[in-house]
């Protein structure tokens, strides 16, 4: 075993922490004092009215559980076989630009931790470190996230940087081809890098420990995968071109393109529509994700898992299903397992987490999940994830939050 997996080397959320952080919600109440607020709501808002941002977490109350406790389940196994990769358990860490913002060297730190729960990691194209700095962790369960740009040699380049790097699969995201309209970080002036207001400035005494872990990375913050010798490298001068570099004119004629030049499980992300499920399996992609970019890009969409059962019956099992969007908690990711799904990518959880511990926070978070997962299949009576179907659960009017 090496040094990097070693359960001794595992950094541990201090106890302080551990006690106040017992679930995703604490953790997002957790951040939010840690952060400064145009950072916390750049994690946490959605496109225009958050609609489809609140939607995402509201629509899992649309299910309730059928337990079968008689079936007993001593003993569950959470373990999954998902594109050559072996996970211990149906939670992967998906891809979120500007990670560094919460925490210094957040991608390397996060693709640690990931690994040493036994999950995955997806890269985002927005890292604040390259691809190959998250491939240097030695991590091996990696997914890179791709567009299609204006300039599609650039999409050429991110897949061989990619396949290079060693990174066991593409995840094509096609909802993010026109930036949202995020009124939260237009009402806080939100910039990258972030500054700060004189209402903002004087909150910032309470907000010393971000300050001080954040004083040298901020000046130099920028995204890694977009720099380019002679070229300014600023991350603002990068953002402002990023925004031009999205093609709105894509089609899957692009799609079939990057399927012949990239060799490894290709997975599409963004999916809500079954006939675009229907057709991605046409097309020999290996995998789709049902997402609407956690309500950052088109408000009012439906929520992902509100889509998921559509998509699965179009999907008919022939490649596998993901779902990401409004995952809370561990009966979350149980109920879209049941509903057809093969495994579920946080995002704002493990930023949260980020935010609050570093390393030991996404450990922790990841911990949470599978805790939760684990506990929801014993009182279910199941004891794989094969076991677990939409006869396990009743469609019901949602309930409101306790007062």
């Known amino acids: 075993m090496s040094a990097s997996n070693h359960p001794d080397a595992r950094p541990a959320l201090a106890p302080r922490l551990r006690r106040e952080a017992i679930s995703v919600p604490a953790l997002r109440l957790m951040a939010r004092r840690a952060l400064p607020r145009p950072v916390f709501d750049f994690s946490d808002g959605g496109a225009e009215d958050e609609q489809t941002l609140r939607r995402n977490e509201a629509a899992f109350g649309r299910y309730a559980f059928l337990p079968r406790p008689l079936d007993g389940a001593a003993v569950r196994d959470q373990s999954c076989r998902l594109f050559g990769m072996d996970l211990s358990m149906p939670v992967m860490i998906g891809p979120t630009g500007l990670a560094g913002l919460f925490w210094p060297g957040a991608e390397q730190l996060a693709v640690r931790a990931a690994n040493n729960a036994g999950t995955a990691y997806c890269a985002s194209h927005g890292s604040v470190c390259t691809l190959e700095d998250i491939a240097a962790t030695g991590a091996p369960n990696r997914l890179m996230q791709v567009f299609i740009y204006r300039d599609r040699g650039f999409t050429r380049e991110l897949a061989e940087r990619a396949a290079a790097a060693g990174y066991k699969a593409l995840v094509l995201t096609i909802d993010n081809q026109l930036h949202g309209k995020r009124d939260r970080d237009l009402r806080n002036g939100f910039t990258i890098p972030p500054r700060f207001g004189a209402a903002d400035t004087l909150a910032m005494a309470t907000k010393i420990p971000w300050l001080l872990r954040m004083r040298r990375e901020l000046p130099t913050l920028t995204f890694g995968n977009y720099r380019r010798e002679g070229q300014p490298s600023?991350?603002?001068?990068?953002?402002?071109?990023?925004?031009?570099?999205?093609?709105?004119?894509?089609?899957?004629?692009?799609?079939?393109?990057?399927?012949?030049?990239?060799?490894?499980?290709?997975?599409?992300?963004?999916?809500?529509?079954?006939?675009?499920?229907?057709?991605?399996?046409?097309?020999?992609?290996?995998?789709?994700?049902?997402?609407?970019?956690?309500?950052?890009?088109?408000?009012?969409?439906?929520?992902?898992?509100?889509?998921?059962?559509?998509?699965?019956?179009?999907?008919d099992s022939r490649i596998p299903v993901l779902l990401d969007g409004g995952i809370r908690r561990g009966t979350d990711v149980v109920k879209a397992l049941a509903l057809g799904a093969s495994a579920c990518f946080i995002a704002r959880p493990y930023l949260w987490a980020l935010a609050v511990g570093g390393e030991a926070g996404v450990a922790h978070v990841l911990e949470l999940f599978r805790d939760e997962i684990d506990r929801a299949m014993g009182l279910l009576g199941v004891s794989a994830l094969s076991q677990l179907s939409p006869n396990m659960l009743a469609n019901v009017a949602p309930i409101g939050p306790i007062a």
């Open 234 to 315: 600023d991350i603002a001068s990068l953002a402002a071109r990023m925004h031009d570099m999205f093609d709105p004119a894509m089609t899957w004629a692009d799609v079939d393109d990057l399927r012949r030049i990239w060799k490894g499980p290709l997975i599409l992300k963004g999916v809500l529509h079954p006939a675009e499920a229907a057709e991605a399996v046409a097309r020999g992609l290996d995998g789709v994700v049902v997402s609407n970019h956690g309500g950052r890009q088109l408000d009012h969409s439906v929520s992902s898992i509100e889509a998921l059962p559509a998509v699965v019956e179009a999907v």
